[in-house]
């Protein structure tokens, strides 16, 4: 409940006994009372809120030191002007106003009451003062309104360029292009002169189309209609997610903006999940590590950490996992963020901190749910890394992602996480480090040719495969994690145990005329 911080009673009555002290003539504490002293030059201004002031216990304020106050969004004009008040300070439990009266200040602490349960602190200025205050904020209130008004407009506007049928057709254009070229990302970017938008293809950036940069206020928001998002917001960044259809295609997409200095950056991620094989056969791995990795998902509980830098295919390759396992007798719940692929037979959650749904959250509440096998998206801190091991360790297999070069660095970033080296030694079973390629293409066999083949698009690549280095646990490997021995020295106990690494899983596929040396070089060159 709000209160006033003086007793109004005792207040008007030192105030009755000052002015009459004043002015013997007083007739008695009322607004009439005190204007008609200052009318008839009995009292100032000054010396009336001076008075006032003295008989409430409140510091006389310095009208010069005070700025025009920044309206709290609950406090419309409106208020203020009917009771004759301006906001001082205001914090979300207390409130000082500026008044040039103090009569009525029941009626004023009732209506702060009713509206913002706050404390309410009084301070006296000047009534000329006062009536500039709200005469300037009601200019600004005017301008704010007029702003809107043309925003609003300008949002009609937006709308019916975004409407226009060769607008509609140009988009259009742009995601049947990425389509056919088989994308993974659409990038839209407006310069000085023109709008570029490129595609993302096997993990590489090619322009696709340039347009004037008169039509990018109309591409734009096309796009975002389509995304749900604030079409006449360009000033700050913007996530939406939409679905597509093109025929049978059914695209699912994300859609992010931000403000750059030439307009905004327009980045569309496509996800079609029937164009994306979620088959561990299919990502790339040589008959031994694939053989090794089916074995090691096929345990009933521990960790699984799959890892690489962003864009290495690490989603695929989870998802892989959870559609092999994925059968009526397991629980599976995935926390996401976002949930790229929704998938049936999988409880997703994603992963919503505004509501206070963060990873740990999340998992936390994921294992009183009676789960066989948890997938969480992403390992980020100490918290997350204690819950999924705890998970791991009382029945549950935990399958996550955490961004290492390479295998035996996983090992590492836990530690440097703050976990306990028998923790991760006990419930960490295996790692897959991982990396994408472009294969060549089966048509050009990436020959430079007169006419530019159709299958590649004249890059000479089409589609990707995985390289990869899996690193699994055993004794030996956990009594050095134990003894927090180096990633250097896991490595080569993991090696002389007989695990490819990186960058011989990719040499083996140059032999093999999978990808280029080039390629493996561009993809892996830390390696």
Same mark, same amino acid.
């Given at each position: 409940?709000?209160?006033?911080?003086?007793d109004?009673?005792?207040?008007?009555?030192?105030l009755?006994?000052?002015?009459?002290?004043?002015?013997?003539?007083?007739?008695?504490?009322?607004?009439?009372?005190?204007?008609?002293?200052?009318?008839?030059?009995?009292?100032?201004?000054?010396?009336?809120?001076?008075?006032y002031?003295?008989?409430?216990?409140v510091?006389?304020?310095?009208?010069?030191?005070?700025?025009?106050?920044?309206?709290?969004?609950?406090?419309?004009i409106?208020?203020?002007n009917a009771?004759?008040?301006?906001?001082l300070?205001?914090?979300?439990?207390?409130?000082?106003?500026?008044?040039?009266?103090?009569?009525?200040?029941?009626?004023?602490?009732?209506?702060?009451?009713?509206a913002?349960?706050?404390?309410v602190?009084?301070?006296f200025?000047?009534r000329?003062?006062?009536?500039?205050l709200l005469?300037?904020?009601?200019?600004?209130?005017?301008?704010?309104?007029?702003?809107?008004?043309?925003?609003?407009?300008?949002?009609?506007?937006?709308?019916t360029?975004?409407?226009e049928?060769?607008?509609?057709?140009l988009?259009?254009?742009?995601?049947?292009?990425?389509?056919?070229?088989?994308?993974?990302?659409?990038h839209i970017?407006?310069?000085?002169d023109?709008?570029?938008?490129?595609?993302?293809?096997?993990?590489?950036?090619?322009?696709?189309?340039?347009?004037?940069r008169?039509?990018?206020?109309?591409?734009?928001?096309r796009?975002?209609l389509?995304?749900?998002?604030n079409?006449?917001?360009s000033?700050?960044?913007?996530?939406?997610?939409?679905?597509?259809?093109?025929?049978?295609?059914?695209?699912?997409m994300?859609?992010?903006?931000i403000?750059?200095?030439?307009?905004?950056?327009?980045?569309?991620r496509?996800?079609?999940?029937?164009?994306?094989?979620?088959?561990?056969s299919?990502?790339?791995?040589?008959?031994?590590?694939?053989?090794?990795?089916?074995?090691?998902?096929?345990i009933?509980h521990?960790?699984?950490?799959?890892?690489g830098?962003?864009g290495s295919?690490?989603?695929?390759?989870l998802?892989?996992?959870?559609?092999?396992?994925?059968?009526?007798?397991?629980?599976?719940?995935?926390?996401?963020?976002?949930?790229?692929y929704?998938?049936?037979?999988?409880c997703?959650?994603?992963v919503?901190?505004?509501?206070?749904v963060?990873?740990?959250?999340?998992?936390?509440?994921i294992?009183?749910?009676?789960?066989?096998?948890?997938?969480? =998206?992403? !390992?980020?801190? #100490? @918290?997350?890394?204690?819950?999924?091991?705890? $998970?791991?360790l %009382?029945?549950?297999?935990? &399958?996550?992602?955490?961004?290492?070069?390479?295998?035996?660095?996983?090992?590492?970033?836990l530690l440097?996480?703050?976990?306990?080296?028998?923790l991760?030694?006990s419930?960490?079973?295996?790692?897959?480090?991982?990396?994408?390629?472009?294969k060549?293409?089966?048509?050009?066999?990436?020959?430079?040719q007169?006419?530019?083949?159709?299958?590649?698009?004249?890059t000479?690549?089409?589609g990707?495969?995985?390289i990869?280095?899996l690193?699994?646990?055993d004794?030996?490997?956990?009594?050095?994690?134990?003894r927090?021995?180096?990633s250097?020295?896991?490595e080569k106990?993991?090696?002389?145990? =007989?695990m !490819?690494?990186? #960058? @011989?899983?990719g040499e083996?596929?140059?032999? $093999?005329?999978? %990808?280029?040396?080039?390629? &493996?070089?561009?993809?892996?060159?830390?390696?």
């Amino acid at each position: 409940m709000s209160k006033l911080d003086i007793d109004l009673d005792a207040a008007l009555r030192m105030l009755t006994e000052k002015m009459r002290s004043r002015c013997p003539e007083y007739a008695g504490a009322s607004e009439s009372s005190d204007r008609k002293l200052v009318a008839d030059g009995k009292l100032t201004e000054a010396q009336l809120v001076e008075i006032y002031s003295n008989a409430f216990g409140v510091p006389v304020l310095d009208e010069e030191d005070i700025a025009l106050p920044e309206v709290p969004a609950d406090f419309p004009i409106a208020f203020f002007n009917a009771h004759e008040c301006v906001t001082l300070e205001f914090d979300g439990d207390d409130v000082t106003l500026m008044v040039a009266s103090p009569y009525g200040l029941g009626e004023l602490l009732y209506q702060v009451q009713m509206a913002w349960q706050c404390n309410v602190h009084i301070r006296f200025v000047r009534r000329p003062f006062l009536e500039r205050l709200l005469s300037r904020l009601q200019n600004v209130q005017d301008e704010q309104d007029e702003q809107k008004e043309q925003e609003a407009d300008d949002e009609n506007t937006l709308r019916t360029l975004a409407g226009e049928a060769r607008i509609v057709r140009l988009v259009n254009d742009i995601f049947t292009r990425a389509l056919e070229l088989g994308a993974s990302d659409i990038h839209i970017e407006p310069d000085e002169d023109s709008v570029t938008v490129r595609c993302r293809v096997d993990g590489v950036l090619t322009e696709i189309l340039s347009a004037p940069r008169n039509q990018f206020p109309a591409i734009a928001s096309r796009i975002k209609l389509l995304g749900g998002l604030n079409i006449a917001e360009s000033r700050l960044p913007q996530d939406g997610r939409t679905n597509v259809s093109f025929g049978r295609i059914q695209l699912d997409m994300r859609i992010s903006t931000i403000p750059i200095l030439t307009g905004e950056s327009i980045v569309l991620r496509l996800l079609n999940k029937e164009s994306v094989n979620f088959d561990l056969s299919q990502l790339g791995m040589s008959e031994a590590h694939l053989r090794q990795f089916e074995k090691l998902i096929r345990i009933p509980h521990g960790i699984i950490l799959v890892v690489g830098p962003t864009g290495s295919g690490k989603t695929t390759t989870l998802y892989s996992v959870i559609s092999q396992l994925n059968d009526s007798k397991k629980k599976i719940i995935t926390i996401e963020d976002p949930v790229e692929y929704r998938t049936r037979g999988l409880c997703q959650v994603q992963v919503n901190p505004k509501i206070g749904v963060t990873f740990a959250s999340g998992l936390r509440s994921i294992v009183r749910q009676d789960p066989d096998v948890i997938l969480v =998206g992403e !390992i980020r801190d #100490k @918290e997350t890394a204690d819950i999924a091991i705890n $998970a791991a360790l %009382t029945g549950h297999l935990v &399958l996550s992602t955490l961004h290492t070069n390479d295998a035996v660095g996983a090992v590492t970033r836990l530690l440097d996480m703050g976990v306990e080296n028998f923790l991760v030694s006990s419930a960490l079973f295996g790692v897959l480090s991982q990396r994408l390629v472009r294969k060549i293409c089966p048509v050009c066999h990436g020959e430079k040719q007169a006419v530019k083949c159709r299958k590649c698009n004249g890059t000479g690549y089409k589609g990707r495969s995985g390289i990869f280095e899996l690193l699994i646990l055993d004794d030996e490997l956990r009594e050095a994690v134990n003894r927090n021995a180096s990633s250097g020295e896991l490595e080569k106990i993991a090696v002389r145990h =007989g695990m !490819i690494t990186l #960058k @011989e899983d990719g040499e083996a596929k140059v032999a $093999a005329g999978v %990808t280029t040396a080039d390629e &493996l070089n561009r993809s892996a060159a830390e390696l």
